[in-house]
């Protein structure tokens, strides 16, 4: 592990605007199951959480091993973001990701400005970590692209051709980050879920047909089937350039859960035969925000490795509020990790990474805009949010029952 180095003093000023960009880029890491109530519902039983929690022996917790922890890392109420990344790296963080909408870099067309991106890249690489980056055309419920590409289809080639230089610059100005995973897109099922109807197989195999073996009039034509269509050519194209210019970088789309198990599973299937790994955003909620039993990761965990069982699957956002509004509490939340963890053993050959959403919870300053970003006005979205953190925000931090769980499951299989 390298020392952690004392930037000067104008790189330690510029490092306190990297909070507000956090606020925003890591929530807008935010949670689209969430926003858009996805997680199905799954029979989980009826014995205790803690039974199960308790049923695990010593000798059933299977060591790290190659699996890797990362946590979203925001500031506690005195927003000093180097002790709370000193923090999250004593528990075992490996990974830290960093989120952006297209249209927050590129600003106007081909012009670009974001200071985040030059300000990541002069304080994360001193710190023995690896970053998941997430470029986002789609965030959630939004179509997150300059304003003149509004009403350009995703295929279109002007919509390529602008993410690949968007890419150039990003990579240009994080040159000294060693990027573990490229995201394309956060929960962007959302979004096409509410703009599209799932393909059917026949327009599927059509699809994934050579060029010279179908023709224009195979394939629906009406706007809805063929979003589909068109972002997966958007990701195909994108992930390919990405591999040209960084081929040890791995590529992922992240879905959210609910849109991986369900009724769009086959047409996400078709999209990850182009990623290197499989992403998804997990948030256990049934109606208006209110949380599942934590037992339920037991069958989601499952459901997902057995559609995926020859492939590296990334928990890119995983979380649970401790609101008692939404039916939870922090003993809850603790339970959660500690679930999260035992089942996580159960699947170690396939989960390689998983990232706990978020460090602290939310201010409560910044849930007007966040309800803005999202459209949604739900007194209950935001004690989503007030209450996503693994510790309580005030002062300089207080632990909650699921960072003292997350320490102590994490200790105990090597992290």
């Given amino acids: 592990m390298h020392a952690c180095t004392k930037l000067p003093a104008t790189e330690r000023n510029n490092l306190l605007r990297i909070k507000p960009f956090m606020v925003r880029s890591l929530l807008c890491i935010l949670p689209g199951i969430a926003v858009l109530c996805l997680a199905w519902n799954l029979s989980v039983g009826s014995f205790s959480t803690s039974f199960y929690v308790n049923a695990q022996s010593d000798q059933d917790i299977i060591p790290k091993g190659s699996r890797e922890i990362s946590i979203s890392v925001s500031a506690a109420e005195d927003g000093d973001y180097d002790a709370a990344f000193n923090l999250a790296k004593s528990v075992g963080m490996q990974k830290i990701g960093l989120s952006f909408d297209w249209r927050d870099i590129e600003v106007r067309p081909s012009v670009y400005d974001n200071p985040n991106l030059k300000i990541a890249n002069g304080y994360y690489p001193s710190r023995d970590v690896k970053l998941n980056l997430t470029l986002r055309p789609i965030h959630a419920n939004r179509k997150s692209v300059p304003d003149d590409l509004a009403q350009a289809d995703f295929d279109d080639p002007r919509m390529i051709s602008r993410f690949k230089e968007l890419l150039d ?103 990850n035969q182009y990623s290197d790994v499989v992403g998804v955003s997990y948030y256990p909620l049934g109606t208006d925000f209110e949380v599942k039993s934590p037992l339920t990761v037991i069958k989601d965990f499952e459901a997902l490795s057995a559609l995926y069982p020859d ?105």
């Fill in 169 to 271: 610059y990003v990579f240009s100005q994080t040159g000294a980050i060693d990027y573990s995973t490229i995201v394309i897109g956060s929960e962007f099922d959302n979004y096409l879920r509410q703009h599209s109807h799932p393909m059917s197989p026949t327009e599927l195999r059509l699809l994934n047909a050579p060029e010279d073996k179908r023709q224009p009039e195979d394939l629906p034509q009406d706007e809805g089937s063929t979003m589909w269509e068109e972002y997966i050519i958007f990701c195909r194209s994108t992930a390919q350039y990405i591999k040209s210019r960084k081929p040890d970088v791995k590529v992922a789309f992240e879905a959210t859960y609910g849109g991986l198990v369900g009724p769009n599973r086959d047409i996400l299937k078709e999209l």
């Fill in 311 to 415: 492939r590296e699957i990334s928990f890119f956002q995983l979380g649970y509020p401790s609101s008692t509004i939404l039916n939870s509490s922090e003993a809850k939340q603790g339970e959660f990790i500690r679930i999260v963890f035992k089942t996580w053993d159960t699947h170690a050959e396939r989960i390689r990474m998983i990232n706990f959403s978020f460090l602290y919870d939310w201010p409560k300053d910044s849930i007007s805009d966040q309800s803005e970003y999202f459209g949604l006005t739900s007194e209950r979205f935001g004690e989503f949010l007030l209450t996503l953190g693994l510790r309580r925000r005030r002062n300089s931090g207080e632990d909650k029952p699921a960072f003292v769980a997350l320490r102590q499951e994490a200790a105990a299989r090597g992290w």
